[in-house]
C-alpha cells in the first residue's frame, strides 16, 4: 500500500540552527512522484519541490535542500539557517499509479516547525 | 503562473443549512480538480476527484449524497456541504491538474473555513 510517514510530529529550534524533516514512503510502483508543500498558519499549501523517482540527485533551493535516497524510500528536507519565517506545517506527498487513475496525492501527517528567534 | 481560487475563504453556518463552496482554476483549464478536508493539526484527506463533466470519484467513507461535487467547466468545481452538521467543521482545499500537463502537476487553493454551529 502507498503510504508517507512523517515520524517528527513537532520540532523547535532556535533561529540559525539547521533542521532536518525527515520523510519515508512506501510505493510499489516503480514510477512515481515525491513532494515537499509549507502549510503556513494561514493555511494554503506553499509548493516546495516534485521529485521523480528516477531522480535522485540532491538539490539545493537557497537555504533548502533536499536528500532523495531510493534505498531507504527516503526523502528528506533540510533548512539551513532556519528563520522565523519558516515555522509552519510541513507535509511530505506522494504520487504513483496505484494511487488511482488521476495520481492522487497521498500525504503525510505533517511535521511543525517552531523557530524561536 | 497557475492561480487557484476559493470562495469563500470563510463560513459559518447553521447546522442543518447547505453551504457551496467554489474552486476557481484563474489563468488555466483545469481538467481534473481534487478535494481534501483537513481537521485541526490533522493531514490533508482527499475526498474525491472531480472531471469536468463526468461524475466525482469518491474516497472510500465519504459520503457522496453529503459532499456534492459539480465541476460543469474547465475552470470551476464546486463542493456543497449539504445539511450541514458541527462534525462538517473544517478546512476545505481544493487543488486543479493543469490541462495537457505531466498528471502530477497540482495547484492548490488558498482554501475555506467552514464552521457549523
Known amino acids: 500500500a502507498q503510504k508517507v510517514t512523517q515520524a517528527q510530529t513537532e520540532i523547535s529550534v532556535v533561529e540559525k540552527e539547521d533542521v532536518t524533516l525527515d520523510c519515508v514512503y512506501e510505493?510499489?510502483?516503480?514510477?512515481?512522484?515525491l513532494f515537499w508543500y509549507k502549510q503556513p498558519p494561514s493555511g494554503e499549501l506553499v509548493f516546495l519541490i516534485r521529485?521523480?523517482?528516477?531522480?535522485?540527485q540532491n538539490e539545493i533551493s537557497g537555504r533548502y535542500s533536499w536528500n532523495f535516497q531510493k534505498s531507504t524510500s527516503s526523502f528528506n528536507f533540510t533548512i539551513t539557517a532556519s528563520q522565523v519565517v519558516d515555522s509552519a506545517v510541513y507535509f511530505c506527498?506522494?504520487?504513483?499509479?496505484?494511487?488511482?487513475?488521476?495520481?492522487?496525492?497521498?500525504f503525510g501527517a505533517g511535521t511543525r516547525l517552531a523557530v524561536h528567534p | 503562473g497557475a492561480v487557484v481560487s476559493q470562495h469563500p475563504s470563510w463560513v459559518i453556518c447553521k447546522s442543518g443549512t447547505s453551504v457551496k463552496i467554489e474552486c476557481r482554476s484563474l489563468?488555466?483549464?483545469?481538467?481534473?480538480m481534487f478535494w481534501y478536508r483537513q481537521f485541526p493539526k490533522q493531514s490533508l484527506m482527499l475526498m474525491a476527484t472531480?472531471?469536468?463533466?463526468?461524475?466525482?470519484?469518491?474516497e472510500q467513507g465519504v459520503e457522496k449524497d453529503k459532499f456534492l461535487i459539480n465541476h460543469a467547466s474547465l475552470t470551476l468545481s464546486t463542493l456543497t456541504v449539504t445539511s450541514a452538521h458541527p462534525e462538517d467543521s473544517s478546512f476545505y482545499i481544493c487543488?486543479?491538474?493543469?490541462?495537457?500537463?505531466?498528471?502530477?502537476?497540482?495547484?492548490f487553493g488558498p482554501g475555506t473555513r467552514l464552521l457549523v454551529l
Open positions: 472531480s472531471n469536468e463533466g463526468s461524475k466525482a470519484t469518491y
Open positions: 510505493t510499489r510502483d516503480t514510477t512515481y512522484y
Open positions: 506527498a506522494l504520487s504513483d499509479t496505484f494511487s488511482g487513475g488521476y495520481n492522487k496525492l497521498i
Open positions: 521529485r521523480n523517482s528516477f531522480d535522485e
Open positions: 487543488s486543479a491538474r493543469r490541462s495537457g500537463t505531466t498528471k502530477e502537476t497540482q495547484y
Open positions: 489563468d488555466f483549464q483545469a481538467t481534473t
